[in-house]
Each structure stands twice: as C-alpha cells, then as structure tokens.
C-alpha cells in the first residue's frame, strides 16, 4: 500500500467525532478504506486512469488511522479527522518531548511545546490542477490557541529540519495522478486523471 497516498489523503480529510465504532465496524471501515487506497494506486498505473471519482467517509479514514496501517511521525499518537465543505480538522495527542528529541531552545515563546498536550488543528484544503493546498488557520494545545508567529517559530525550528516541504501554507504535487480532492461534509472525493 502506497503510504505516501495514505498520509496525504489522511491528512487532507479530516473525519468526524460521529461516536466510536465496535471493533468489527473499526476493522470493516479500515479494510475499505485500504481498499479504496489501492484502487486509487491500480487506477494511477493506467495509460489514462478511470476519471470516476472515489469517495473516502470519515469512519473509513479515522479507523484505518486507529488500526495503525499509516506511520505517523515520532510523538503524534490517536489521531482524528473532521471533514467540512472545504475545511478540515483534526485531533491529535502530541508528545513534544519526542517531537523535539532532544533539542532546546532558549526561547521562552516555545516552551508551550513541551510535554504532552491534545493538538487541534482547524486547516482550509483544496485540490486542483494536480495540486494540493494547504492553509492552516488555527492551532489550539489543550484548548488554548498559540498565535500563528509562534507556531511558525515551532515549525522553524523542530520540524522543517526534518519535514522541509511543512508550513502554515502549503503547495504540494498530488502523487498517483490524483487531479482534485474535494473536501466534504463528512467525506473526501478524490478525482483521477
């Protein structure tokens, strides 16, 4: 399975907190989502791919996250989504001590990043043309909004060293000939050509 599919689209979609699903309906809900993400990589191995859109729900992308089938970067654990018209959300409970690993900072402003704290992260996203965009608009630890120039005082200095192409805004080329996602209620369409 292509991670790099995954981890986009994962991180494109954002599923909602519509309650928790027993166990058979979590493992039902990643199998079809892995099995939507291989359609999407068959699909891109053709001369010219079905241009039939593909549709990824919520319950499909939280549970293939919860059971594990995507890496997530060192210190990022339970991942969720939530998925509106155009803008996405997401949860996520974060371990800043690995995230930093070790590295200091004499800024006061980044002390906030230290610890573990629930991350909320509320994002405008698109896809067009073969492109992916996306514009984050806040960023909450622990119910309290960090200020965007801290953040990108963060983003300097933890993470572009290892995730250079990560920003508060971001252009990036959709992999497996995806032309468009769109951003639902509730849901991901994803276009091939």
């Known amino acids: 399975m292509n991670s790099r599919v995954a981890l986009l689209l994962s991180s494109f979609f954002l599923s909602a ?3 928790p699903l027993d166990a058979s309906d979590t493992s039902a809900a990643a199998d079809s989502m892995a099995r939507k993400l291989q359609h999407i990589e068959q699909n891109a191995a053709a001369a010219k791919p079905d241009t039939t859109p593909t549709e990824l729900t919520e319950p499909e992308v939280n549970a293939y996250l919860a059971d594990g089938r995507v890496k997530l ?3 990022v654990q339970s991942v969720r989504f939530e998925a509106q018209p155009d803008l996405i959300s997401s949860t996520a409970r974060v371990d800043f ?3 930093k690993a070790g590295q200091h900072s004499s800024n006061p402003l980044l002390s906030v990043f230290s610890g573990v704290h629930n991350v909320d992260v509320r994002a405008r996203a698109r896809a067009m ?3 992916g965009y996306v ?5 909450a630890l622990d119910g309290v909004e960090i200020p965007h120039f ?3 005082l963060f983003l300097d200095k933890y993470l572009k060293p290892k995730y250079p192409a990560i920003g508060m805004n971001s252009e990036f080329a959709l992999p497996d000939k995806i032309d468009a996602a769109k951003v639902g209620q509730h849901k991901l369409t994803v276009t091939q050509k």
Request: aromatic fraction near 0%.
């Open 150 to 152: 801290v953040l990108q």
């Open 97 to 99: 001590d690995q995230i």
């Open 135 to 139: 514009e984050v608009q806040s960023v």
């Open 73 to 75: 970067p060192t210190g």
């Open 129 to 131: 043309g073969h492109k």
């Open 17 to 19: 907190s519509i309650g």
